[in-house]
């Protein structure tokens, strides 16, 4: 990357805009965000006798536009003071500070004249290796920079981000025709390194990659199934994740998206492409104008194909009646396509079966001739969207969140069989795909080796699929051979120079026996053999882990095992003691939900390298219990006792910080929270692209490895002792006086206050960490006897919920 990127100026500060720039800001940059100066008073400020001259007037858009964002839920900022890295201004008096910025991105209202004004002034001012890019989603990018000079041309071109720009990964990166191609790399590198997106090369093309696919494939199974009477709860029931797709499946994302705006970008696409063959598929259907009409935008309003309410001191979700307009209680239909598919196993078993059923079976054949539909017109697209398939396909995937693009769904189906099938059913496919077939080649994707190829449509020959240079994959280290050792629940990698990974593969990632024996072994070959000079805890699953194996431990209980289960906690404590001793360096590596023994493995690990999207938290209140892995301890010793050197200063604020965190099961919000919270230290690392992780997690590894030298075990931990405790104590009393904890959570939260304040000892001191452990241990114990843990366990483990007893 040779563009060394500080600062972005963000032009527009409308919902994309703004958010945008939170993102930028999550990801260290320092961010201008900037908008229009109003030229009329609201009559509250003619009331007050402001001018349009008054600086409160002068940036009133562009600090609504922050504000928005800063309220947004999901939250736009991964933490409430990134905003300090932020400055908001307006284009009269600010734009100036476009001259500082090393990135420029113009989000203003999607009309083409605004935006070439708009470039005109920023030519003026940008400095010359300065990115300019639009996050337009669908004008013509050559047209935006029309009038511009060549140097500006060159280093112009489109970045389109997907809404919420911080949760999804899609950047779609347009080049024009007079884009630098090392500009265009640099940008990649922006997305990818910085920003942590996943970067997609699309062409000038109308609404690009993702909007163009998506769009058709929302229209087209909306009007699907408003003309051959399918169920708005139907459709959903079966286009989320029985086919790989997200819970929202069809009609809930357009309540999330708004049916406003998925019809402008619908009707926006009809206007502009009138060669497409499929062109009269993408105007929005009748029904949808008349929701719009009624204001039946979805979540922005209100109200759309669902309705949230109160019946019973229940909230329910009504349903719209497409004839009357008028929401109904849910009907909630049966699906047994559903339930047998499920049987089936991986997303292809499932697709495959549902295919099968078609003929037979309403439902499937909904699927079948919507999805089928949707790979045709993929094919159709390309290569007019973009020359390669994986381009494609991860615009699917990283922009609508499916679990595979139409390429790879289509491979899962059979190419030969689904286009045989298409054909039955005049769904019009590519001349290129029956090309490919009569070549003799079967799938679009196939591997070689341990590198996979993709069919190129321009080229009709297969050529690499892009492999992410900061990206290491322990699955396609399992090809290699990598893998050292393993059982049901974890392994042992080689991840090279002399680095090992210890993975939890186990159901839900959680910690059971068998991943604890596993990190012994890891342990003990990290200690023991020379060729070994680090070790890296971390996995490619959904989260990094979800804590201890729950329901092992409560059928231990009620068996009446609690010996079992001491030995247990015992054989956890050691094994996160041992990572935190041992005699060369652990490096953690956290992404996802990273909670209860997951945040514990994390605390006793040398350096956290976590993912930006990294939710940390020891919540095991909530299932009645605290913390017996350590967890309690370490964040007596990180929140506390680096308070008390060189002493002086009072214990009670510090043990009320950490207390608060366990005793209400906080969880951060994103790694940077967790940093605030302390589960992290300012020498961790934060990555903001997750795929990055491990690679990331291994040069942590190796650095610490020159020189390494274990912490020295000694008395680490400051005891508060008993007076801190009774404080800890008429805090918990208050708040059962207030009603807002239950007299069992004053039994979990006594406990807790023994353990964190030292346990029985008079007057503060410094213990081992071995000390508390004891106490964690006596505790878990003592709290797993009573039934009432074991109903909020039961609970847990029945509804995902935590219960309140």
């Known amino acids: 990357m040779t563009h060394r990127i500080k600062r972005v100026a963000v032009l527009g500060a409308g919902t994309m805009g703004a958010a945008i ?103 003026d001012l940008a400095k010359s290796d300065a990115i300019i890019s639009s996050n337009t989603s669908g004008i013509p990018l050559h047209s935006i920079a029309e009038d511009r000079s060549d140097s500006f041309k060159k280093r112009f ?53 993702g909007n163009r696919l998506g769009s058709f494939s929302m229209i087209n199974a909306i009007r699907y199934a408003f003309e051959n009477g399918y169920g708005i709860e139907e459709v959903d029931a079966i286009t989320g994740p029985l086919i790989g797709r997200p819970k929202t499946a069809t009609f809930r994302l357009q309540d999330q998206v708004g049916l406003d705006i998925a019809i402008g970008v619908a009707q926006n696409l009809y206007d502009l492409v009138p060669e497409d063959e499929s062109r009269e598929q993408l105007k929005p259907p009748e029904k949808l104008q008349q929701m719009q009409e009624n204001n039946l935008l979805g979540l922005k309003s209100g109200a759309g194909f669902y309705k949230r309410d109160k019946r019973d001191g229940e909230t329910v979700f009504d349903v719209l009646n497409l004839e009357t307009f008028e929401h109904e209680p849910a009907e909630n239909p049966e699906m047994p396509l559903a339930e047998e598919a499920q049987k089936q196993g991986d997303l292809g078993a499932r697709l495959r079966f549902i295919m099968s059923k078609a003929e037979e079976d309403r439902h499937a054949r909904f699927l079948r001739d919507t999805i089928l539909a949707d790979l045709a017109y993929a094919s159709r697209r390309v290569p007019e969207i973009s020359d390669t398939l994986e381009n494609a396909d991860h615009a699917m995937e990283w922009g609508y969140g499916h679990e595979a693009g139409p390429f790879r769904m289509w491979d899962l189906l059979g190419v030969k069989e689904t286009v045989e099938q298409m054909e039955s059913l005049d769904i019009q496919v590519a001349d290129w795909v029956k090309e490919m077939l009569d070549g003799g080649n079967e799938s679009f994707y196939k591997k070689d080796g341990t590198s996979e190829l993709q069919f190129s449509p321009v080229n009709m020959e297969y050529e690499p699929v892009r492999e992410d240079p900061m990206q290491l994959s322990l699955d396609t280290l399992r090809e290699e051979e990598a893998e050292i050792s393993r059982n049901d629940s974890a392994s042992i990698l080689d991840l090279g120079d002399g680095v090992l990974c210890f993975e939890i593969h186990s159901k839900g990632n959680s910690v059971d026996s068998a991943v604890v024996e596993m990190g012994n072994e890891a342990l003990r070959r990290l200690e023991e053999e020379d060729e070994w000079v680090g070790l890296v805890i971390g996995n490619e699953g959904g989260n990094f882990c979800v804590g201890a194996n729950i329901g092992e431990m409560a059928e231990g209980a009620k068996n009446g095992d609690l010996d079992e289960i001491g030995e247990a906690v015992d054989a956890l404590q050691n094994l996160l003691m041992d990572f935190r001793f041992a005699s060369k360096p652990v490096v953690a590596a956290p992404h996802g939900q990273t909670l209860g023994a997951g945040a514990e493995i994390c605390l006793h690990a040398d350096r956290i390298c976590a993912a930006g999207e990294t939710y940390v938290g020891l919540v095991e209140t909530g299932v009645g219990l605290i913390p017996a892995g350590g967890g309690t301890k370490e964040l007596a010793r990180r929140l506390v006792s680096s308070a008390m050197h060189p002493g002086g200063v009072p214990p009670l604020p510090h043990v009320q910080e950490a207390f608060e965190q366990i005793a209400l099961a906080k969880v951060s919000g994103s790694a940077l929270e967790a940093k605030e919270m302390g ?28 020189g390494y030298a274990p912490p020295v075990r000694e008395n680490t931990v400051y005891a508060a002792g008993t007076k801190t405790r009774a404080a800890l104590e008429v805090d918990v009393n208050t708040m059962q006086w207030g009603n807002f904890a239950t007299e069992y959570d004053g039994v979990i939260a006594g406990h807790l206050a023994r353990v964190l304040t030292g346990g029985d000892l008079s007057i503060p001191q410094w213990v081992s960490e071995e000390h ?33 007893n």
């Open 21 to 123: 720039a939170a993102h930028a800001a999550n990801s260290g940059l320092e961010v201008d965000l900037l908008d229009i100066a109003p030229n009329e008073l609201t009559e509250e400020e003619e009331q007050k006798g402001l001018t349009l001259e008054s600086p409160e007037v002068r940036n009133r858009i562009v600090n609504a536009g922050f504000e928005r964002m800063k309220n947004a839920r999901p939250p736009a900022l991964m933490s409430e003071r990134v905003a300090e890295r932020m400055r908001t201004g307006n284009f009269e008096d600010d734009l100036e500070r476009v001259k500082d910025a090393d990135w420029i991105l113009e989000a203003i209202v999607e009309k083409l004249e605004p935006k070439q004004d708009l470039m005109a002034r920023v030519e």
């Open 157 to 209: 071109l489109g970045m389109h981000f997907f809404n919420p720009p911080r949760y999804l990964k899609l950047l779609e990166i347009i080049p024009t025709e007079d884009t630098d191609p090392h500009l265009v790399e640099d940008v990649r590198a922006l997305g990818e390194r910085v920003l942590g997106k996943g970067g997609v090369m699309a062409k000038d093309t109308p609404n690009f990659i």
């Open 679 to 706: 589960f992290l230290r300012d020498e961790d690392r934060v990555v903001m692209n997750g795929d990055h992780l491990i690679s990331a997690a291994k040069r942590e590894a190796l650095e610490l490895a020159d």
């Open 772 to 804: 508390i452990l004891k106490l964690e241990k006596e505790a878990f114990l003592e709290l797993l006897k009573n039934d009432k843990t074991l109903e909020r366990i039961d609970a847990m483990l029945k509804t995902g919920k935590p219960l309140r």
